[in-house]
């Protein structure tokens, strides 16, 4: 059952509707649930494509005024479910992908939300500059997702992740209002709460975004690249805390277990991969001798830096290593739990001691993707055999592990179908509950998933 004819009619005189035999391609994202046999896909009722901001707000404000709920998509890209429609108008923002403004004198660039992130990057590149926001999805993910689902990239230590690379946000409300988050171009601001991180993480479920401005940063003129083998993952571990205490913190840090290191880099022990960027040679022939110097303080050998420029080439391939398991009758998920330093070493003895016990799971391996000075993000891949008890037991098991050890279960995947019913003890859902009334009384944005 679709749209009813008349208001099918007002959204077409509005916004571009899609032909209905296109609805199902908008029906699922990269869940990997939705490949399991019998799984229930979403139902989208119609999907339009607006083409400015202005089509944005009145499809909006007919859907709010007919009853229909509203899920918004960008690239697809999501492992949730966040973009899946549950009887729901699918808004599609892929039209709304032009670069605004590049204000090199303020580093801020200003881009509409169906913009991927590839190509905002692609043409800051050109200019010199860099968005510094690199997650496995870079090539589908758009602003607008981006954003909505407070994603991450590689290099989040040098350039943040979504909530430090946004300045503020222009949104359309539920009831068809278009609100700038902020009006100034002022780079902080204490003038009352930060309304843009109202929307940041909130899945679509407060507003639509139309546009961001976000910072922008000069490309680094120097690179360096090393590589480390440890004993024990726990040892490299603790010594990624280390390199926190130094006077520049890595743009990248990744550590891997034995069985990752083995599958990724042929190494039988666990591997550290850095990653620094500088301006000037004399500080980073400097600081790299410091970090050497710490890293073997710790019993850290040096590695053939070649393993980096392996983790490069290969970190966007992700498509192509799941076909292969996809291929051989299996299924894979991530899990990627944020920890406090204090309790990653008994989460991640936990871990590996629970997932691999699950009927159904045949491999499993496990790196830090990225640090901070107050803890890290485990980052789990599972292997299993596409079986729904297998997955649910998984998820079971790895809600049950982050509320033992105040870890969060979504660093920076979201929420969306999967983990709704995992995160209600995270935060205080009743405050967030009230503001959703407040802004969408009729349940309109997408619905039943983060609110």
Known sequence: MGVAAPILKELSEIVEVLPEEENRKYESDRWVYLRLEGARGGHALAVVRPKDEHQVAQAVKLCARGGLRLTCRGGGSSVTGSSVPIDAVVMDMSMMSRIIEVDRENMVVRVEAGARLSDVEAQLNRLGY?????PQSFHLATVGGYLSTMGTGEFSGEYGGAEDSCLSLRVVLPDGSIVDTRSTDAPRSSAGPDTTRLFIGAEGSLGVIVSARLKIYRLSAHTVKLAYTFQEFIQALSAAKSLLELDVKPAVCRVYNEQESSYVFGQNSPVMLLIYHFRSPRIAEALTGEVRDTLTARGAKEADA????????????????LGTLYG?????????????????????GDLVKQLPQIEGVVGFGAHVSHIYNQGACVYITVIMKPNANTYTRLWEAVGALCKAHRATVSHHHGVGLLKSGLVKHEIPFSLLEQIK???DPHNTMNPNKLL
Do not use: C, H, M
């Open 306 to 321: 070649g393993l980096v420029d392996k983790w490069l080439v290969d970190r966007f391939k992700y498509d192509e290593q």
């Open 328 to 348: 051989a009758g299996y299924i894979v998920d991530t899990v990627e739990i944020g920890s406090s330093w204090s309790n990653a070493p008994a989460l991640y």
């Open 130 to 134: 860099t968005l510094g926001q690199f």
């Open 437 to 439: 009334r407040a802004l």
